[in-house]
T-cell receptor, first 113, second 113 residues
């Protein structure tokens, strides 16, 4: 069973601050995706990273995939109240016939005005 | 482009009753997933279809859960009989193929009382 550990589990910060959340695994994933989920909604895809060491930017969000493709980080610059939500990382493990996404438990992020 | 459609949005049943959820994936998507998301946790894969065939159902409690995708398009997930611990959000997702990005529906929130 492939496990994804996310940290921190909860984070509450003031508007304008920077933050980083982490996603770690003991397994190598062929790709890793970050999702954001709001209450009552399904997860919405933010980014997919595939290559070790890859960095992708989405406005104030910066995503990095570890060189060994076992870990990833999400950095938010100048957080806004609209960034509040549950951030989920999910890895796709290609082994045998099963390649469904394995999710971490998520980071609950609250940005206070 | 229409997203993944799920119904119903909410369902409340008594334990030992049966319930069914429906999912219509994005047109042309060959891969369909059902996930269970318990409050405060990340989604857990229940079953993955590739067209009308099952790729992975290793985490599906087969004594009470069943799913089908007969024509390779829509899918239904059934629970019979339901237990209190089945209370969760049931998410359907689809992707163009097994290695592509997954897109989620809004989910069905099930409460078993």
């Amino acid at each position: 069973t492939q496990l994804l550990e996310q940290s921190p589990q909860f984070l509450s910060i003031q508007e304008g601050e920077n933050l980083t959340v982490y996603c770690n695994s003991s397994s190598v994933f062929s790709s890793l995706q970050w999702y954001r989920q709001e209450p009552g909604e399904g997860p919405v895809l933010l980014v997919t990273v595939v290559t070790g060491g890859e960095v992708k930017k989405l406005k104030r969000l910066t995503f990095q995939f570890g060189d060994a493709r076992k870990d990833s980080s999400l950095h938010i610059t100048a957080a806004q109240p609209g960034d509040t939500g549950l951030y989920l990382c999910a890895g796709r493990y290609s082994g045998g016939g099963a390649d469904g996404l394995t999710f971490g438990k998520g980071t609950h992020l609250i940005i206070q005005p | 482009e229409a997203g993944v459609a799920q119904s119903p949005r909410y369902k409340i049943i008594e334990k030992r009753q049966s319930v069914a959820f429906w999912c219509n994936p994005i047109s042309g998507h060959a891969t369909l997933y059902w996930y269970q998301q318990i409050l405060g946790q990340g989604p857990k894969l229940l079953i993955q279809f590739q067209n009308n065939g099952v790729v992975d159902d290793s985490q599906l409690p087969k004594d009470r859960f069943s799913a089908e995708r007969l024509k390779g398009v829509d899918s239904t997930l059934k629970i019979q009989p339901a237990k209190l611990e089945d209370s969760a959000v049931y998410l359907c997702a689809s992707s163009l193929d097994r290695e592509n990005e997954a897109f989620f529906g809004q989910g069905t929130r099930l409460t078993v009382v």
